[in-house]
């Protein structure tokens, strides 16, 4: 083990918390949330400044981070406080160019990393599922550059990126690997549909569709039709960060459910005091702890072969979805009515869990990559 990196995690993690217990409460969120765009830019620069964002990417990319253990780090602690500024959009667009992009495209990451751009990656569509091989977006090569055509779904602070990294299929059929490229476009050019809403759990996505958009020839990312390599990696990243980011909000809602049930009195003493009650708070302490497990196993297989680090990825997105259903069913049921206002944070925290577990991929999809790619050698 690297102690020395150990340390300096363990140090990213406590300033982290720290400046979130000072300056991110549940209203601070709320606020936020409620904004047209989701989140706030003056927020965005603040975790700039602090080197959340560079925490986020590798040294030779402009950060000072970017290993899967930073990662889970990071969001572990955005989501014990169920932060909804894009990190994770930034993560996905930001991973992608760093693994593919050119130099000019890579200055943009630094503007990023400075809190100075808002990047976002549109890679899925309406009826693609979690399949990212299912791409039907086409980019047709003219005279003049691209012509981009199609429609990307729930692409997430979509309203408000400066920039999108796209896919589109420049070959091959639709559920094909190759064909699949890249395309870095202005997230505010004329002639780009963009529709943003808010989600259910706090955050901003967007729908966004091409009509006979033409691009410039130089918004290529990578080599024309090598992109799923690229996308499978930036994702994979997604996937622990999403991870991580659930164990951090069970952690919370299984703080809040503990001082509740030491408070809340029936029959003259502590809820917490029946042993039905204990032997429900043990089962999900396990199954929350068995999540951690399955999240640093991840995090020390980023650099592992394909099938070694897809298969560590599935495994813990699988258990951090069907554990976070549990623990969001659970604490509610344990709070009664209380834990369902909208005034009281443990249902935002209830509501981010679920829908965590649908993104890039649920429970289910992720126990079948598992399966698929079986279990790696020891």
């Known amino acids: 083990m690297d102690f020395t990196h150990s340390e300096e995690r363990r140090m ?19 606020t936020a949330a409620g904004t047209e765009t989701g989140f706030t830019r003056e927020t965005w620069r603040a975790f700039a400044e602090l080197g959340l964002i560079a925490a986020l990417f590798r040294e030779e990319d402009g950060g000072f981070g ?46 990023a990393i400075a809190g100075e751009a808002v990047l976002t990656l549109a890679h899925g569509e309406p009826d693609s599922r979690y399949e990212l091989s299912r791409v039907t977006a086409s980019a047709q090569r003219t005279d003049k550059g691209w012509v981009l055509n199609g429609r990307k779904a729930v692409v997430l602070n979509g309203d408000a990126a400066d920039r999108i990294v796209v896919t589109a299929r420049t070959g091959g059929e639709a559920d094909e690997e190759a064909g699949i490229s890249l395309f870095l476009i202005d997230g505010k050019m004329e002639g780009l549909t963009v529709r943003g809403y808010p989600t259910i759990d706090g955050l901003h996505a967007a729908e966004v569709s091409f009509n006979d958009l033409l691009i410039d020839a130089g918004c290529l990312v990578g080599k024309e039709g090598a992109g799923y390599a690229t996308v499978e990696r930036a994702t994979g990243m997604g996937v622990l960060a999403l991870a991580a980011e659930a164990l951090g909000a069970m952690e919370t809602a299984k703080d809040m459910t503990l001082d509740y049930l030491q408070t809340r009195k029936q029959f003259g003493k502590p809820i917490g005091a029946f042993q039905a009650i204990q032997h429900r708070m043990v089962d999900m302490l396990t199954e929350v702890e068995q999540v951690r497990s399955t999240i640093i196993n991840a995090a020390s297989r980023m650099t592992a072969s394909d099938a070694e680090r897809e298969w560590s990825l599935s495994a813990a997105k699988h258990l951090a979805g069907k554990t976070g259903r549990l623990v969001a069913e659970e604490t509610i049921q344990l709070h009664g009515a209380i834990g369902m206002t909208w005034e009281y944070a443990l249902g935002h925290y209830a509501k981010r869990l679920v829908m965590i577990d649908h993104m890039l991929g649920d429970a289910d999809h992720h126990l079948q990559r598992a399966m698929h790619y079986a279990r790696p050698a020891a």
């Open 66 to 111: 970017g290993t899967g253990h930073d990662i889970a780090v990071l969001f572990e602690e955005l989501g014990r406080s169920l932060v909804v500024e894009p990190f994770l959009p930034t993560l996905l667009a930001g991973t992608a160019l760093a693994l593919a992009g050119n130099e000019q495209q890579k200055r943009l990451l630094s503007a």
């Open 12 to 30: 990213l993690g406590e300033t982290v918390r720290r400046f979130l217990a000072d300056n991110y409460p549940i209203e601070t969120r709320h």
